[in-house]
């Protein structure tokens, strides 16, 4: 067992070239059905005595604490895991190959409307005491988001390099977002405006933090977004600040996530491509960005149920 662990972790780094987060998550999920087989079978299990009904066992464990799409994910690495296995002889068959996944509830993306996005971005400061420094990095940093569809780990990780203008025009370019896939997502003229505004206050805030006795020991470098201690910013860090512009706005209460559903979906309501979109958001399959049509169509019956005079029968 310990042989094709560490022959999978190898696997996912090197040839997968798997994120932190990928690798981190599916060596938690053989971890826990190790552990489900220990308790199961009363010794640690062997690789051969991982068959089907100690699988079918530790997948059956799962429902009531994980959704389907947490289940659906944990079978993957499972699947993962024995095809290599197979690959490099350690065992004949996959016990999980014949395996299902729970069916997944259709969620559709959550997204704001053009005038709360409006709102949390122009809205007033989230802190009165708020420096012109900190200001001018939350404008940003939300601007980008919702002006390029980004994810928050991919804004957070953007250097100032990714940054690219072109005469009139800016991009952002986004390296190795999901997938490990590079693209270039052009971006508007509020979020230029405010990304030439942050560049200004981020070397103030630089130069600030190296004299400070607090500095961090690691520096954020070439990173476009940092904190006051000179590191680059983190995604739980983003989620706080939305949170208190979103109080102080009065807009729902939605994670960054939401930005990037809004950008796609209103992008596709002003006629843009579903292909450009699909791009844009770096998503590997159609079928991922066509969600937002079915976004879309449920909003506008829903302007139509509520607006139009003959909607509904008397």
């Not at 062997?46 to 604490?65: F, I, M, P, Q």
């Not at 600030?208 to 500095?215: C, N």
Request: with cysteine; aromatic share 4%; glycine share 8%.
């Amino acid at each position: 067992m310990d042989q094709a662990l560490a022959a999978f972790r190898q696997y996912l780094t090197a040839e997968k070239r798997a994120s932190v987060h990928t690798l981190r998550a599916y060596l938690h999920d053989l971890d826990e059905l190790r552990a489900h087989a220990t308790a199961a079978l009363g010794h640690a299990p062997t690789l051969d005595e991982l068959d089907v009904a100690v699988c079918r066992s530790y997948l059956a464990s799962l429902h009531g604490a994980n959704d389907a799409v947490t289940i659906g994910r944990k079978l993957s690495s499972l699947r993962a895991f024995f095809r290599l296995a197979i690959r490099r002889r350690l065992v004949r068959s996959s016990p999980v190959a014949a395996l299902r996944a729970p069916k997944r509830s259709k969620r559709l993306p959550m997204f704001l409307g053009k005038e709360d996005v409006g709102r949390l971005l122009d809205g007033k400061p989230p802190r009165p005491d708020a420096g012109p420094d900190q200001l001018a990095l939350e404008s940003a940093l939300l601007e980008v988001i919702y002006g390029a569809g980004l994810r928050v780990s991919e804004a957070c990780g953007l250097d100032v390099d990714d940054i690219e203008v072109d005469g009139a025009r800016a991009y952002v370019r986004v390296r190795q977002g999901k997938g490990r896939k590079d693209r270039v997502v052009p971006i508007g003229g509020k979020a230029s405006t405010a990304l030439g505004a942050w560049a200004a206050q981020r070397t103030a805030r630089l130069v600030a933090t190296r004299k400070s006795k607090g500095a961090a020991r690691t520096p954020a470098g070439a990173a476009l977004f940092v904190t006051r201690r000179g590191l680059r910013l983190g995604p739980r860090a983003v989620r706080r600040l939305l949170e208190r512009r979103e109080q102080v706005t009065g807009t729902p209460l939605v994670s960054p996530h939401a930005l990037r559903h809004s950008f796609a979906t209103h992008l596709l309501g002003e006629g843009a491509d579903l292909r450009a979109i699909q791009e844009m958001l770096g998503h590997a399959s159609l079928r991922t960005t066509q969600r937002y049509a079915h976004v879309d169509i449920d909003h506008l019956m829903a302007v139509y149920d509520k607006a139009h005079p003959r909607a509904k029968a008397s």
